[in-house]
């Protein structure tokens, strides 16, 4: 027979939801280990099921905890300490009274310590990838079978990944904070891209039979509401714009059967239009600032879309003014190729498809598979139906995502029945 939960326990459920990263965040600045912050916190949770069901929840749940979770470490470190040979640190550590612990719980500002969290996760001394496992770990709580499932990796390779950076964290004294102003410009670009990263494989997931990874992107969208709440930055506002304004398409990307549904042809009543909204008020923010950076160029180029009624209605003028913009400030080959689709939706397809070609005769673009899917879209449009098989079938060669393969295969379907 399975017993109902008590009212009590429910609570502490909740407060574990909303609390734990934010628990974590501090206990780690206060122990400085990760693995010790860890531990805490699953003591700290433990000691309020004994107590919170006899005396209630206590004022504020936070600090009950952080403080719970360091007293009982401090205890575990002080129990050590009698049974091991002597340990400067530990004795420390077992010395210190629980009046100075409380100090310095309320002297750190607690919301700061997810920021450093964030940071420090986001560190450039580490590697990308372990970046975005330490982020999705440690700031969003997710386990590491669940990251392990999301990119495809296996879990003991991703859980080694993880064990490493906490290991270069330790080993090269990577410090626990926010940078300070002349570091902060090149230290939030790398904080960003892990979120759009992060972003990105929930938006349009890599490889796997779905199109979205939900819990990725409202993952990614929630790290980028905590940056912004915390440091008001015009980039980070405009990565969070351009999240909610692609993510506000997400209920018309795809249809029952799980097939990709691509901009033009999508239903746009569909759309969510409180995030459009949202995202659009931190546009204009950002735009005003004159602190702005690609992400917010991207995200105003995404709410043009957004806010045109039909597809027919898109301003290409504009979209391609921003990317003439965009294109100076992070001269990409991917950044040139979206340029020239707009070009191509401005002048004509014959302009755009001449962008293109230039760019895989360079050779920058040449097994990436929206180029090919692009310039297989404009050939079409132009009549060219030899080339654009050719450049459907290449593209689809490259394209490992089961809906967006599912809909080349229908685009040259389609092309050889005209």
Known sequence: MVRRQSGVEL???????????????????????????EEALHEAFRAALEKWPRGGLPENPRAWLISAGRFR???????????????????????????????????????????????????????????????????????????????LTPAPTLAQRIVRAKAKIRDAAIPYEVPGAVEL????????????????????ASSGPELMRLDLA???????R???EMLPEAEAAGLLALMLLHDSRRAARSS?????????????TLWNRKQIEE??????????????????????????????????????????????????IEPTPVIELNRAVAVGMRDGPSAGL??????????????????????ADLCRRLGRKGEARESYERALALTVQQAERQYLARRLSELASE
């Not at 360079?362 to 929206?370: F, I, K, T």
């Open 11 to 37: 609570q502490i459920e909740e407060t574990y939801r909303k609390e734990s990263r934010a628990v974590l965040a501090t206990l780690i600045r206060l122990l400085g280990d990760f693995d010790r912050a």
């Open 73 to 151: 470490s401090i205890d575990q470190r002080r129990r050590q300490a009698r049974f091991e040979a002597y340990d400067p640190v530990a004795h420390d550590v077992a010395a210190e009274d629980r009046s100075a612990a409380e100090e310095r719980v309320d002297a750190g500002g607690l919301e700061d310590d997810r920021l450093r969290l964030i940071f420090t996760c986001c560190h450039p001394a580490l590697a990308p990838e372990a970046r975005i496992a330490l982020t999705l770990r440690e700031v969003c709580g997710l386990t590491t079978e669940q990251i392990a499932h999301a990119f």
């Open 185 to 204: 410009p090149q230290r939030l670009d790398s904080v960003l891209r892990v979120i759009y990263l992060v972003f990105n494989e929930g938006y349009t």
């Open 218 to 224: 409202s993952e990614a969208i929630r790290l980028g």
């Open 226 to 228: 905590l940056l912004v």
């Open 256 to 268: 029952a059967a799980g097939e990709l549904i691509v901009l033009e042809e999508q239903d746009r």
């Open 279 to 328: 995202g659009s008020a931190l546009v204009s923010r950002a735009l005003e600032s004159r602190r702005f950076g690609p992400y917010t160029l991207q995200a105003a180029i995404a709410a043009i879309h957004c806010h045109a009624p039909r597809a027919a209605d898109t301003d290409w003028r504009e979209i391609a003014a921003f990317y003439d913009l965009l294109r100076r």
């Open 354 to 375: 001449s962008l293109i070609d230039e760019l895989l005769a360079r050779g920058d673009l040449a097994d990436y598979r929206l180029a090919h899917a692009a310039r």
